[in-house]
């Protein structure tokens, strides 16, 4: 039996990325799978394809992440149709990268809108369907950064790290009501979001890494897996690091 068959799933950030690869991944595993992405997506196609394929059904939705009121909407439409989530994934993010002292106010409240905010907006709609269902596993994407930090990205670390505290904060709330809420950390992923950094800058993460490659998203697919799955049963309030040992 697949490990997700019969449970459905709403994943952020579905259109490319680890987000892309968690859709593939829950698709392969049995899962009906909606997808949020800001705009209608080139992605779709081989989603649905992937879907038919695995007897099962993917959906995009869009919505932009920044803008809470839209983002409500279509969060409490897609769980109309879907009845109840079973996983819940927070994966969309986005970076404004400069130094703190450059940094222009709206590029600090932009990351923290779409990646810490809007996680808010989507799990207090979804984790309320979850509660009155008395089972439901809530996975937020923070990162190594907002552990150890990074300079030249203060908006970034701080909408990570505040994802952490959320999420430990939450795992409390909802755990006497059969939700888990967990995080995984993700090290360097190869990303179109990393393929932007220069080859040195590149080389320089790899030599901290002490299993000597970058991370790709089919590993942090399976840590998403893990924690979806009722394997993970009995695990809440953690953050798992996928990082080569990098963090560690």
């Given at each position: 039996m697949a490990l997700l068959e019969n449970k459905k799933a709403l994943v952020t950030g579905s259109s490319r990325g680890i987000g892309r690869k968690i859709v593939e991944k829950y698709l392969s595993e049995g899962a009906e799978v909606w997808g949020?992405?800001?705009?209608?997506?080139?992605?779709?196609?081989?989603?649905?394809?992937?879907?038919?394929?695995?007897?099962?059904?993917?959906?995009?939705?869009?919505?932009?992440?920044?803008?809470?009121?839209?983002?409500?909407?279509?969060?409490?439409?897609?769980?109309?149709?879907?009845?109840?989530?079973?996983?819940?994934?927070?994966?969309a993010g986005i970076t404004k990268d400069t130094l703190s002292f450059r940094m222009k106010i709206e590029d600090w409240q932009k990351v923290i809108d779409v990646n810490l905010t809007?996680?808010?907006?989507?799990?207090?709609?979804?984790?309320?369907?979850?509660?009155?269902?008395?089972?439901?596993?809530?996975?937020?994407?923070?990162?190594?950064?907002?552990?150890?930090?990074?300079?030249?990205?203060?908006?970034?670390?701080?909408?990570?790290?505040?994802?952490?505290?959320?999420?430990?904060?939450?795992?409390?709330?909802?755990?006497?009501?059969?939700?888990?809420?967990?995080?995984?950390?993700?090290?360097?992923?190869?990303?179109?979001?990393?393929?932007?950094?220069?080859?040195?800058?590149?080389?320089?993460?790899?030599?901290?890494i002490p299993l000597k490659r970058a991370g790709q998203p089919e590993d942090i697919a399976n840590a998403a897996l893990y924690l979806g799955s009722d394997l993970s049963s009995y695990v809440t309030a953690q953050v798992l690091g996928v990082d080569g040992g990098m963090g560690g």
């Open positions: 949020l992405c800001s705009k209608p997506s080139a992605a779709r196609e081989e989603l649905e394809r992937i879907a038919a394929e695995n007897n099962t059904k993917f959906h995009e939705i869009c919505a932009d992440a920044a803008n809470h009121e839209e983002l409500a909407k279509v969060i409490t439409s897609a769980l109309a149709e879907a009845g109840n989530f079973d996983i819940l994934v927070n994966n809007a996680v808010f907006v989507i799990s207090q709609i979804v984790s309320n369907a979850m509660i009155k269902a008395r089972n439901g596993s809530i996975i937020n994407m923070t990162s190594i950064v907002g552990i150890h930090g990074g300079a030249g990205q203060v908006n970034y670390a701080a909408s990570k790290a505040g994802l952490i505290g959320y999420t430990k904060s939450l795992a409390k709330e909802v755990g006497s009501r059969g939700v888990r809420v967990n995080a995984i950390a993700p090290g360097y992923v190869e990303t179109d979001m990393t393929a932007a950094v220069n080859e040195k800058a590149r080389e320089a993460w790899l030599t901290q």
